[in-house]
């Protein structure tokens, strides 16, 4: 009798989904600054794969997130088990910090790795980001096609960019830009009364409603506007800003066997092609982009993405950060 109830009580948990996962043998928590519909999607794939992990998440900004983890840190338990998010420094530092846990997906060879000089297992990229220009369509007639087109009347006074300060993606769009086209660039912005915005979502809002004509936007900001009808266009200038949001493994978690069947997965096919429906370039080469990113290539995008010394982005982001806001706002 004892044997029939339990195989009644097991039949269950896998049929109802909620049941399923209070009946879970493993657990998960992840902690990520992925937008809810995509990590939403992710996680509701992974327990069609995985009904015996019971998974869940946290979604907020990555500054909120890593405040989270140092008040847990103090208190003598960090509770997620995984991080995902787009602040790539972030993850140097807890590497630094001995808070990660090596390890090497098993479809580590599948993937696209923009980490690759000091790749050790302590991170891996799960998907690339990139900024580009987006524009107003009603406001600018002419296509931007190189970053210097900012600089040209029609953007007078009307060019954003996010607060670095406040953006992680914003901070190194300016950094990359700054490598790649030295300070100079920050002067012409200046000279031509850029202004900086809030949020790298504000930034848009503030173009889609004519506010500004244009500006430095992330790609599934972007591409979701675009596709709710505003008068937006997304262009890449030869130079691509490609900035990757890393997943990695909190180490000493319990649930180490739950947390690297959650990033293999989230590196697998499956799991890319929403990522790349979500608005944003996969890590994978068998995964078709978005229509809207305006390259025809994960390969080519990767070759004329702007090299990252993300080392010395880390070292220099205080500074680059106060000089780049001081000579936007002239002071």
Known sequence: MRRRMLAMVIALCFSLGTVAQACAAEKLILYTSMKES?????????????PDVAI???????????AKIAAERQS????????????????????????????????????????????????TAARLGTLGI??????????????????????????????PALSGTSYMSISLLVNQFGWEFAE???AND?????????????????ELAGCIAVDYITLDKIKKGAKLAYVFPQEILVVP?????????????????????????????????????PVRTDVALNPGIPVSSLDEAVQRSIPIDYVSILAEKENTIDKFKKIIQKK
Not at 262 to 281: N, P
């Open 188 to 190: 012409k912005m200046a």
């Open 56 to 66: 869940d998440y946290q979604s907020a900004g990555a500054g909120k997130l890593m």
């Open 134 to 163: 987006v524009y107003n369509t009603q406001q600018v007639k002419n296509k931007p096609e190189q970053w210097s087109d900012i600089f040209k009347p029609e953007f007078k006074g009307a060019f954003g960019v996010a607060d």
């Open 245 to 281: 949001s890393p997943v990695a493994i909190i180490k000493g978690t319990p649930n180490l066997s739950a947390a690297k069947k959650f990033v293999d997965f989230l590196l697998s096919k499956e799991a890319q092609i929403i990522v790349s429906e979500g608005g944003t370039l």
């Open 38 to 50: 995509l990590i939403g999607a992710i996680a509701d794939a992974f327990t069609k794969k995985y």
């Open 76 to 123: 003598g338990q960090v509770l997620a088990d995984v991080l995902w998010t787009s602040e790539v420094p972030d993850f140097y530092n807890l590497k630094e910090e001995g808070m990660l846990e090596p390890y090497t997906p098993s479809n580590f060879n599948e993937l696209v790795n923009p980490f690759k000089n000091d790749y050790d297992g302590s991170f």
């Open 194 to 210: 850029s202004k900086i915005g809030k949020g790298s979502g504000q930034v848009v809002d503030d173009t889609a409603s004519g």
